[in-house]
């Protein structure tokens, strides 16, 4: 063959071996199905510490719960894609009229430490051990110890545990979910003494999907790694191993970003997205938590529930949420109902009118009905001074001139002083301003006239001012009390919104100039201490925001924000506070019981007499000092009836006490975002009802992928396949 031959045959065969190729190709892709295939490494980055790997102690450390979320497994687990409490390591029965809860050990779960020589199974006496320690006086989490006070817990076999509670309590199976802990490697460390017990705390063994491997403090951050336990008794998760890094703050972590396979609590820019680059995916979720104002039913003030519906009416939710790029508005601190079904709605005109009914006016209505009321005095009677508004320096005198009442024969006093007949029958007086008898003080006077007996025969409101800049102002004030006299005869022209207190005087309000405060008769102003933390940073921009609308109806609030955490848990247990902006979690079971029942309240009572020290309790969560029988008797039915229907019954019922007594408005639910590299498959977050509840799915991701043939599916299909095509 010729060399230019040889060539066209070379590049026909390459073409042909090309398309055969992309044939093979197309059919494996037609003919098979993609799955998980096990191996590879996760590493997630968070921004936070690394401290105790013990599920007793990581109520208020997000970073350590997600780790002992995998080390560690309990009787039962959440199901974020159900949102129901299920069985786990254990299955439960519930008897003796829902006071008895019985649960059975699986016989395949195992301890971390167990070898072939050694199985360490999981028995019930690490059940027993590990509650009867949280009920131990000396344990140092009073938090989770409060969840098991009155139940008592029996080892019936190896096997079998038996929980027995004083009364029902329907959320019970959720306290089951507490990671089971090694009795034989806490056994002999006394209740107070847990968290110092830094073996097991930085090296945990568990019964969980993953076990620990190590922890490495680096320049950048801490690390631990996990890896998969072969004999873990569920589903056997498809990755190797997983690594929690752990930096001081997101600077630090962007700047490692291409080790990372994850993120955890991704921030969100002004706009509210993510600050991650395009390469992750990123899950938005929330949990049940909401943030709310409670008011504190304590304040007198308060105790009013039309002002209480007056400052709910005030606060325009979406505009609140648009400034911190929130996304979910709460308007019920029952979770279990769709939130768009809820009576009281931003209308700010409604507000005005509740602050109206409550007796709280502004200052600028009862300066005006006070002009108007002197004005009807002063139209009446005998009196005649020059006017009614006067300016007068210190040792000026005033003439007031009068006219005799028929058949008076009795002398006449203006102010203590003996007034003077003239020859037409009137009678004339120079009333002082030196502060003797009848002087005409600076301010408003009651000026009266008197008969010698001392009865009142008249009276007459003069104004006195000592300077000109104050005259001008009332002269000025005058003119709006004219105009508004107008306004009523006409129906149309000035009205109230148009008006402002300046130097207590009234004057036409300039643009975006806000009313006065809101007073009572007695001239008491409407004035609220609003409590909130540092952090979150949104906190004290949502405090703002709140005291900025309720500034529109006439309320002053004074917005206070604490840096440090302890003197703000100081200040919110001690109630020290009329308004508190706070979020609370209702976890996987919903329960409102721990913050709306009125065993919850704080004590602010001497204990005992003689004792000094207050009855202050440290888990007192009912923030608003809320006390109704209604909501009590419901949030009992609530907690332990097991029939769905009455369970359903009582919390619409206890929806509209709440309607009604607003002991606070909830805002909105935090948005979090989580953020996971391209290359991670199979991630789903569910409804989660914690953070670490990301990971209950952990068994389904995976990195690397196997392709396998349908079923009926073979290389030798591939004759058929090309025959078809053509």
């Not at 998760?237 to 890094?245: A, G, L, Q, T």
Request: aromatic share 10%; charged share 25%; with cysteine.
């Amino acid at each position: 063959m010729k060399s230019w031959e040889k060539w066209i045959v070379g590049c026909f065969s390459i073409l042909l071996l090309a398309s055969i190729t992309m044939l093979l190709r197309q059919f494996y892709l037609e003919n098979t199905d993609s799955a998980p295939k096990r191996g590879g490494t996760y590493i997630e980055g968070s921004v936070g510490t690394i401290r105790m790997l013990n599920p007793w102690f990581t109520v208020e450390n997000d970073v350590n719960r997600d780790i002992t979320s995998l080390a560690f497994s309990g009787l039962q687990r959440y199901n974020p894609f159900t949102g129901n409490v299920e069985d786990d390591m254990a299955t439960i029965k519930i008897s003796g009229g829902n006071h008895i809860y019985t649960t059975t050990l699986r016989e395949d779960v195992f301890w971390h430490d167990s070898t072939e020589e050694l199985p360490r199974p999981v028995t019930a006496d690490d059940v027993v051990f590990t509650y009867q320690m949280i009920k131990d006086p000396g344990f140092p989490n009073p938090i989770l110890q409060k969840n098991f006070r009155g139940v008592e817990i029996e080892k019936i076999d190896d096997k079998t545990i038996q929980f027995k509670l004083e009364k029902p309590y329907y959320f019970f199976r959720s306290n089951l979910t507490l990671g089971i802990l090694p009795k034989h490697h806490l056994e002999n460390i006394p209740a107070e003494r847990l968290p110092e017990a830094l073996g097991f705390n930085l090296m945990p063994i568990g019964s969980g999907p993953y076990k620990f491997r190590s922890m490495v403090e680096t320049e950048l951050s801490t690390e631990v790694t996990l890896e998969h336990f072969d004999k873990f008794y569920g589903s056997l998760p498809y990755i190797d191993r997983i690594v929690f890094r752990a930096f001081p703050d997101y600077a630090s972590l962007l700047s490692d970003l291409r080790n990372l396979d994850g993120v955890r609590h991704v921030p969100r820019d002004e706009e509210g997205r993510a600050i991650i680059p395009n390469r992750y995916h990123t899950f938005y979720y929330s949990l049940p938590q909401y943030v709310a104002l409670f008011f504190n039913m304590q304040n007198e003030i308060l105790k009013d529930e039309t002002l209480r519906l007056a400052l709910q009416k005030a606060i325009n939710k979406k505009g609140i949420i648009d400034d911190i790029n929130e996304q979910v508005i709460i308007d019920t601190p029952l979770l279990e109902f769709a939130q768009e079904d809820w009576k009281y709605q931003f209308e700010p005109e409604a507000a005005q009118g509740a602050l109206y009914e409550s007796d709280w006016h502004l200052p600028e209505k009862v300066r005006l009905q006070h002009l108007q009321i002197n004005i009807a005095k002063n139209d009446t009677g005998n009196l005649h001074p020059p006017q009614s508004i006067v300016l007068l320096d210190t040792g000026a005198q005033l003439t007031v001139t009068g006219s005799y009442a028929q058949n008076s024969s009795t002398d006449l006093f203006l102010n203590g002083v003996m007034v003077n007949e003239t020859d037409t029958g009137s009678w004339i007086v120079s009333l002082p301003t030196d502060g003797s008898t009848g002087s005409i003080l600076p301010g408003e006077n009651w000026v009266q006239l008197t008969e010698s007996g001392g009865d009142i025969l008249d009276t007459f409101i003069l104004t006195r001012s000592t300077n000109r800049d104050d005259f001008t102002k009332l002269r000025e004030e005058k003119k709006i009390l004219e105009m508004f006299e107008e306004t009523k005869k006409t129906g149309s022209g000035m009205s109230i919104s148009n008006l402002v207190i300046d130097e207590g005087m009234l004057r036409v309000k300039k643009e975006d100039e806000l009313q006065g405060v809101r007073i009572k008769e007695d001239g008491t102003p409407l004035k609220l201490h609003l409590l909130t933390s540092a952090r979150p940073t949104t906190y004290p921009k949502v405090a703002e925001k709140i005291a900025h609308q309720w500034r529109q109806i006439g309320v002053d609030t004074t917005v206070e924000i604490i840096e440090e955490r302890a003197k703000f848990e100081e200040k919110v247990i001690n109630r020290k506070y009329d308004v508190l902006i706070f979020g609370q979690p209702l976890l996987d079971n919903l329960d409102s019981y721990p913050y709306w029942h009125s065993s919850q309240i704080q004590s602010l009572e001497e204990q005992e007499e003689g004792e000094d020290s207050l009855g202050i309790k440290l888990d007192a969560n009912n923030l608003s000092q809320f006390t109704d029988f209604r909501t009590d008797a419901l949030l009992e039915q609530i907690r332990e009836t097991h029939n769905a229907d009455l369970r359903k019954q009582a919390l619409k019922q206890l929806r509209e006490v709440f309607r009604e007594e607003i002991p606070a408005v909830v805002l909105y639910s935090p948005t979090y975002v989580f953020a996971i590299g391209n290359k991670m498959l199979g991630v789903d977050l569910g409804k989660p009802s914690l953070h670490s509840d990301r990971f209950l799915s952990v068994h389904r991701w995976f990195i690397k992928e196997k392709r396998s043939f349908r079923a009926g599916k073979s290389w030798f299909s591939v004759f058929p396949w090309i025959i078809n095509l053509f």
